[in-house]
Every structure is written in C-alpha cells, then in structure tokens.
C-alpha cells in the first residue's frame, strides 16, 4: 500500500517511511469492491477521504432523459472526490462506480484533518489537488457548453494537441470518447468521417494528426 501512496499527489514529495508513519498513527480502512460495484450516488454525502490503491473507477452524470455522461475515469492512487470533502455542500456530484475490481484506502474526516493539520507537506499537497480539481472542473463546463459534435471535438483536439507535432495521442477509444462527450457512437464517427472529407484531420487508431489547424479554430468562433 505504501508503495502506491507514494505516488499519490496527496504525498507528493514524501518518503515511504514518512507515509507509513502518518497513515499508521491515523485511523484508516481499506476496503475492497468489485467490478460494476455502485460506490456512491451523486448528492450522498461525502463524510471521508477516498484514496483509490488499485483498481478504475468511473463518475457518471444522468441526465433527465436518462443518458449518462462520463466525467473522469479515475485510477490509483488517485483521490476521490477531494474537492467536495469540505464545505456546505461536501455531496458527491456524480454517481461513482467500479469499473474494475480494486482496494480504497478510507479515512473519514476528522482524521483526515488532524492528518493534514499534523503535516504541512500533505496539507500543501491536499490544497493543490483541491485547486487542479477546481480547473479540471472548470475546463469541463467549458467542454459542456458547446452544442455540437464538431465542436466538442474541436475543443478537445486543440486541448490534448501537441504544437510541435500537431498529434494528438489518443488514450481513449471512439466508444470511450462519445461516452466521454454524452453522444451516440455513430453520431461521433459520422462526424469525425466529415472533418476528414474536410481536410480538417486525419483520425487513426492511436493518434489524431490535424491537418488544418485554424479550421479547427474557426469551428469554435475563434
């Protein structure tokens, strides 16, 4: 487990010894959960901190209609829902499920906090995931407010693309993207077929190689 936390932002900068010493002299479980498992319902309340040790995760929004909207995968050792640990409204904002079997390290909260208050490294630490979860989110509402396929695209090409190569490495699959962009498979390959007719792009397995950068602009009015 040490080993995993170690890589863990939340003890970023810390050695395995220092680790082992905090988390032993906190009260903690590890629990496991299996595949497909329901974790959380988005507005339960979030009473504890999440350090997922093994094991991938998924937060899903559903809408009115039903249709469900991946918002992040999470793998270790990441925290879960850190930014919602505090606050008026400490809820989950999303369902949260398994995607794979795996273990989580628990620490409810007021151990947490006299965790964080003992150790200003972890405490540091803690502040700065809470801040990249804020512009995470805010990144994501951007993504959200666009209404079309190409323009989710676009936003999310000319987010990931290196300037240097104008390659994009894809990590996602098309079906992982359209659940990522809350649209139909075929709506998503449809479109992404036109911006190739375009010459906007070039859509392989691994990588997406853009050919007309400033069409990509141009469809999000820049």
Not at 95 to 123: C, Q, W
């Amino acid at each position: 487990m040490f080993e995993v936390l170690k890589d863990s932002p939340l003890f970023r900068g810390l050695e395995i010894n220092d680790i082992e010493s905090i988390i032993s002299s906190t009260p903690h479980q590890v629990k496991s959960f299996a595949s497909k498992e329901m974790l959380a319902l988005s507005g339960e309340r979030v009473d504890k901190a999440l350090i997922l040790l093994s094991g991938k995760l998924k937060g899903e929004m559903v809408d009115f209609s039903g249709n469900s909207l991946r918002i992040e995968e999470l793998e270790p050792p990441q925290m879960v829902a850190a930014a919602f640990l505090y606050g008026p409204q400490s809820q989950f904002p999303v369902n949260l499920s398994a995607l794979s079997d795996g273990e989580m390290l628990i620490i409810y909260k007021p151990h947490f906090t006299s965790m964080l208050s003992k150790d200003l490294r972890v405490l540091n630490n803690y502040l700065n995931i809470v801040s990249s979860k804020a512009q995470f989110l805010s990144g994501k509402i951007a993504f959200l407010s666009f209404k079309t396929i190409r323009e989710k695209i676009a936003f999310f090409i000319l987010q990931q693309i290196d300037r240097e190569t104008a390659i994009v490495d894809l990590k996602k699959s098309q079906k992982n993207l359209a659940e990522l962009f809350g649209v139909a498979r075929p709506s998503l390959a449809r479109t992404i077929s036109e911006m190739e007719s375009e010459g906007i792009l070039k859509w392989e397995r691994d990588k997406v190689i853009v050919i007309d950068k400033k069409g990509l602009n141009s469809i999000l009015g820049r």
